[in-house]
């Protein structure tokens, strides 16, 4: 482009000042959110491709196939000596495994709990963790060896080199004294491989179910050459399930398979809804951007008619058609540039914001995104510059001089730009529509009953660390049960927030077997007040039954256990109704009576529906005893006063105690975060959806000047005047509609179907997103609409 061109396109921008910053801003502000939302996904669809050869590591997944069992579905564990049945019967097999956990770093009599992990000799050379001091092929070869992160290097090691050091930990129940052989780099926020200290898989492991089928203990990575070589094992699972594992869960292991699965794919599965949150704002920001283009084109093309006598004196001096057309396509390039510029700085300015309000980490990496936005940049101005270059160009320049005014496309070109508003408007309703529906499904979630009372709870999951011995909890539960304000206190090895998802199946009499399976929750005396769990039916266990307490359970032969079930079990029981199941035996080799039904109680996330539940009591303590307790009053007071108990009495396990809102909070932190994000680009893609409307009214409004003025001469008022002009511009907002609605409604029933408890689709948040859209398009085009409308028929006449 030469100099007159960028005079030429200098002097176009300063000359209509506002419209440039229309179509620079608006275009930018489409930019930007597209930007944010893009580093949002390559985030959530980037975990675990740090590693170096992640394209060859695979993770072996369980997936039950038991619909109405709370184990259905993915499970990421598997057994642990599943990799040596793999290894036995497939003598290729290379791979490894590592079970998480939490480990309490012992020191000054104190302990403090860190992220930790047991993993195979061989775990580095598959997972090639960045290794910045030790001996990483040795690392992992003794048994009291381990390995840290940076961070737990400079916090346990402050200015002294930690190589060769002791740590103390206690990890599974037992302390021992560890020698640390190697530090490795803070491993990055997107990965599932979350620990901090790593050590050696004892061996042989001391967990007695290390080979029983069915139960999750460590992640098993597989590493093949090709994808076609992970096929081909994966074409073997079915009969190696069936020859294995049929001696541990008998009949139920056809409902067992085991997926091999790519470790970078692991990450979208792990929380309900993730994958369908990644691609809903995905779309949102490729819609928005498609927005701000085409609002962009609409107003650039708009716009080009009225540059036609430029044009025509431009070929009068000689100018020739390949001249104009680089001259065209090379002003909207530059234009287009700018905007992408702008996009850059709005996304840098307002990632801060877009981090806190999704609790992200987000930054711009200007090594991918420079060139990205290079290429858009040519695609749109491309987009924009091409129907001025090569219409106006083709205007015979005797013809546009001669006239009184400036062409703007016929007819044609006036249903093009109406056909472009509707497009604009209906993703912008559709997007209002998605909005106030996330923002009712959120909130409904939060606030719909879960079937027990949540407020005053206060959940204790210290004392569910094996650390923890008995005399320990006996003296912790008496001195937390004696603070003011605590009015019952109970353990169970389930709560919110935090839920066994142990499961058996009971053969109902009269039904095939092997029958509906249940979730299993031990729980001690005061459970079910504590919780404040509705009795519908029969009783609650205690200790004048003897039968009640499961520990009495024991001895050769089959034992009856009273259990109670929740409402939900009665359903997938088959009972016709709560008052039918009471004194009911299920299960034949397991048999379990029933003595009461309670309400169901929600103590997970909302997208998972409530499981079939069965209760086992325990007189003392349930297995795995989180303790929770019922307070009065500010529940900070009374975790600061359990604190000070459990420091006197357990000071060898860190506390860590939260209330049951608190808790719940992890379930509803995606949703939240989605909602969020989506209300922001749905936000300023209306805005940007009303800058065009508002260019273009302007831009109709002027052309249409001499029109008003003889309008207004035969008679017109100026309210007919804005009723013309305003409903000239309704008219694509309501078809808008037409399109907005099922599309919205498509979208969000899709989205809504991830939740077990959800809302409905109700008109009303479409009548009222349409209400909102019409609203806005009014406010949108009143303004010039009443200034047109004001002008002198005298003075519109003279307009030109």
Known sequence: MNRFALLSLYRSLVRHKLYAALNIGGLAVGIAVFLVLSLYVRFETGYEKWLPGHDRLYLAEEYWDMPGSPANGYSTGTMGGLIDQLREDFPDTVGTRIQAMDANVVRGGTATSETFAYADANFLDIVRLPIVAGDAARALQAPDNVLISETIAKRYFPGTNPIGQTMTLTAIGKTANYRVAGIFRDLPPDTELSYSILAKTPNPHPDKMWFHWGSSRVWTILRFDTPQDAARLQEKMRAFVDRRGAKDQGPSIKNLSLKITPLTQIHLQTTPGRKMTVATLGIVGVLTLLIAIVNYVNLATA???????????????????????????????????????????????????????????????????????????????????????????????????????????????????????????????????????????????????????????????????????????????????????????????????????????????????????????????????????????????????????????????????????????????????????????????????????????????PRDPVNPTMYYYQSRFSTIPRTTLRVEGDPRETIAALRAIWRQIAPQVPFEAKTANQNMDEYYKVDDRTTRLFGIGAGLAVLIGCVGLWGLASFNTQRRVKEIGIRKTLGASATDIVKLLVGQFLRPVLIANLVAWPLAYVAMRAWLAGFDDRVSLSPLYFAGATMLALAIAVLTVLGQSLRASRAAPAWALRHD
């Open 303 to 605: 716009r080009a008619g009225l540059r036609a006598r430029e044009v025509a004196m431009r070929k009068v001096l000689g100018a020739g058609r390949d001249v104009l057309v680089r001259q065209f396509l090379g002003e909207a390039l530059l234009v287009a540039l700018l905007s992408a510029l702008g996009g850059l700085i709005l996304a840098e300015l307002g990632l801060p914001m877009i981090n806190a309000a999704g609790g992200l980490t987000l930054s711009l990496d200007y090594a991918v995104v420079l060139p990205g936005l290079a290429l858009l940049a040519l695609v749109v101005g491309g987009l924009a510059g091409l129907y001025p270059a090569l219409l106006l160009s083709r205007f015979p320049a005797a013809a546009v001089l001669a006239s009184s005014r400036s062409p703007g496309g016929g007819r044609a070109g006036a249903r093009v730009r109406e056909m472009l508003v509707v497009f604009q408007f209906a993703l912008a309703i559709a997007f209002m529509i998605g909005t106030v529906v996330l923002i009712a499904q959120t909130r409904h979630v939060r606030n719909t009953d879960v079937g027990f009372r949540r407020d005053g709870l206060v959940i204790v999951s210290s004392t569910a660390d094996g650390a923890v011995t008995e005399p320990q909890l006996t003296a912790f539960m008496a001195r937390a049960a004696a603070l003011p304000g605590v009015r019952s206190v109970t353990t169970s090895d389930s709560s919110p927030g935090s839920s066994s998802f142990n499961s058996d199946s009971y053969a109902v009499p009269g039904k095939p077997e092997p029958g509906p399976s249940l979730q299993a929750i031990i729980v001690s005396s005061n459970f079910f007040p504590t919780f404040g769990l509705k009795l519908i039916a029969g009783r609650l266990p205690d200790d004048a039954h003897r039968a009640d307490d499961s520990r009495n359970a024991t001895g050769p032969g089959p034992n009856v256990i009273n259990v109670v079930i929740n409402r939900e079990g009665v359903r997938a029981l088959g009972f016709s109704s709560p008052e039918a199941a009471l004194g009911k035996t299920v299960g034949r080799t397991n048999p379990r009576m029933i003595i009461g039904v309670v309400e169901n109680a929600r103590f997970f996330s």
